[in-house]
């Protein structure tokens, strides 16, 4: 920990996503919903022009497309940004130990199928599988998420399967098992807390990623809908004013340059972070 | 060595059977109406939908058409893309050496740039360079190509006018598809020389800029790191020090012995970022409107062209796994270390 607060690039990683945190927790009073409003996340628009206003002291980041208020929507995205990260993160994570345990400690058939299965998922790109899965089961935001659950996964079962095959042959295990611990209990109080640091650095270090892939499906129109606060979906949404208007060509400047730098320095913060999350509890990394 | 990459070889079918097999499975979602499509050639066959449902049979068991659907594979078959307004074998002819070429065009300074900056960047380890080489590298690892596609396209189209989207501009574009224009490889900058048409070719070259600047920034990153961490690691072995205090000139030893035994992890690392370039274009492809493998199963996507959605994606992914098979032989090639029985 106190080494994580003396690296000044880790530190600015915190930094950053402590802020983050701190806007979405405030996000209520930061940004108020309009009275009546059924869902909070779902942008108030200010009349129905489609080109986007400069920021002015009514609306403090400007407005967007279709009039929705960019500060509003950079707001809640936050919460979003959060929502889909921990999501991902923590049910892949489950998904990995839970299939990746298994496999590494049965062996046998059961490994051989898990792993194959590991194969297959990882044959594809990424953001490819996701977009099909996406499409088929009908964009959203909720099945975006899901959809890249699926896609990340087998990372965190390879590597929880590849440690877990180590540590198993050790003497503590047979130690347990000679005093009669069933499998569950050896698996889950023996063996997974002995290999759970590369676990979390690997989760650390694909945050960003996992931010970025959820981003882009809300970019490409798959993910969170139209007026939803979501910032790869606000991107999307400057993609028909990139050109500026006559005379000034940086005219709608802020319609990309603020959801596309909250995207940047949400992901840079957990980037860094992860780094040096990876530095403190990775022996071979110490110098 | 032969055996491995036989060994390797022999598990192939397994990935692209289990791959097919994912895809299929996703596919259940939809309605037997929606996956008729993808057994159409034409499409006047969609006005008889029902006769399409019957033949194939869509609404028996799952294993059923998946068999049916494998022969149809086999044979070629991969239904009518609506979005590209052509069966999906022939878009695949039409999109793909767009996609080649635009990650050829990127490949090259990747390797480049990534090999030479991260080497220095270990050489001049905490130094201004290195401090430099490392605010690239996470910058580009935290900026969604999107992002940064976008903001290019704002300065150096909307502000310059320089480095339009697309593929090639108007004149071009009625000289390519005109009687006189001799198609030989796909690949336009090529083709244009091979034409012996200056303009063309420039302008060709001017729309892949922009996105081949793209796909460099944003994939150069895991490069610059891994050549740093590798080359890092080689310079704190014994031998270094050895061949330094036999008074070998520093660059010397960079150069002969640390570099060579680095370049392991980089050259397996390097087929592998081909692919990545191949998955990466997928957005790039749909900011700059580059008519690619990436946006025509982006638009396929978004328009529930499921033919168009399996075709690309099975495209991906076969590359993909050819990608990490080379990978592998690769790694077993130029380490002698690793001589997998």
Redo the contacts between chains.
Sequence with gaps: MKKLLSNPSSLAGLALIVFFAAVAVAAPFLARPPKGARNPYLIPQDGYSSEPARPSAKHWFGTTESQYDLYYGMVWGTRTAFEVALFVVVTSLFIGILLGGAAGFYGGWIDEILMRGTDVVLAFPDLVLAVVIVSVTRPGLFNAMISVMLVSWPSYARLLRGDVLSIKERDFVAAARALGASDARILFRHIIPNCVYPLLVLASLSMGRIVITAAALSYLGLGAPVGYADWGQLISLSRNWIMGGSGNSFQYWHTLLIPGAAIFLFVLGWNLLGDAVRDVLDPRQRS | MGRFILKRLALLP??LF??T???FC??Q??SPEMRAALYVKDPRQLSSLEAVIDKYGLRKPVYVQYGVWLKQLAHGQLGYSETAKMPVVDAIKEFFPATFELTCVSFLPILLLGVYFGTLSAVYKDKLLDQLTRFIA??G???????LG??L??LF???FHWFPPGRYGLDTDLLVHGDSFRHVTGLLTLDTLLNGDWAAFLDVLKHLVLPAATLIYIELALLLRITRSSMLEELGKDYVRTAKAKGLPGSMVVRKHALRNAMIPVVTLSSLLF??L???V??TE?VFDFPGIGRW??E???Q?D?PG??G??LL??GL??LA?LASDVLYAFVDPRIRLE
């Excluded at chain 2, 690892?141 to 992002?147: A, N, R, T």
């Design positions: 397994f990935v289990g791959v097999a994912l895809l996703v596919l979602f939809l996470i910058t690892y935290s900026l969604p190509s999107f992002v976008l903001l396209l704002m189209y909307g502000k692919i990545m191949l998955g990466g997928v957005i749909t199963g982006v396929a996507a978004q529930l499921i959605v399996l690309s994606t991906a992914a993909f796994v990490n």
